[in-house]
């Protein structure tokens, strides 16, 4: 038998933001809380959260200021080496085997640091189109 996940919300998460100076390695977090609502028990079900692409793919994210761009990810993990998707695998899976209030999850974001990111002008880039979904 499995843990029936029967309701989920979440916070909205602050918006992420980088400093100003390409030259670093730009890296960034923000962090959102879920709460889960269960009934049954056995082994835990499978909260899946997903990231949409944005502007750009889920392989290459894209902030934009007018027509100039900087490519950007968003990973599931500190290192940032897990790429964070919105279907299959690509998914952050969280196992939930009871009632959960104001799990705390981070996202960790990397602008890419590549001469065409470097060559772009300074001001604020943005991705507003970015979507945060939970499937169970």
Do not use: E, H
Not at 33 to 54: E, K, R, Y
């Amino acid at each position: 038998a499995k843990v029936n996940i029967s309701n989920c919300s979440v916070t909205q998460p602050p918006n992420m933001v980088f400093v100003t100076d390409l030259l670093v390695g730009l890296t960034s977090s923000t962090t959102f809380s879920v709460s889960c609502t269960t009934n049954g028990s056995g082994d835990p079900a499978i909260l899946n959260i997903g990231l949409s692409a944005g502007s750009g793919t889920v392989a290459q994210r894209t902030q934009k200021k007018g027509i100039a761009a900087l490519g950007y990810n968003l990973y599931q993990d500190a290192a940032r080496t897990v790429v964070w998707g919105d279907t299959g695998a690509a998914q952050y899976a969280q196992p939930i085997g009871a009632n959960v209030s104001n799990l705390s999850i981070t996202i960790y974001g990397q602008i890419d640091n590549t001469p065409a990111n470097l060559a772009d002008a300074p001001g604020v880039y943005s991705d507003p189109s970015i979507t945060l979904t939970l499937t169970w």
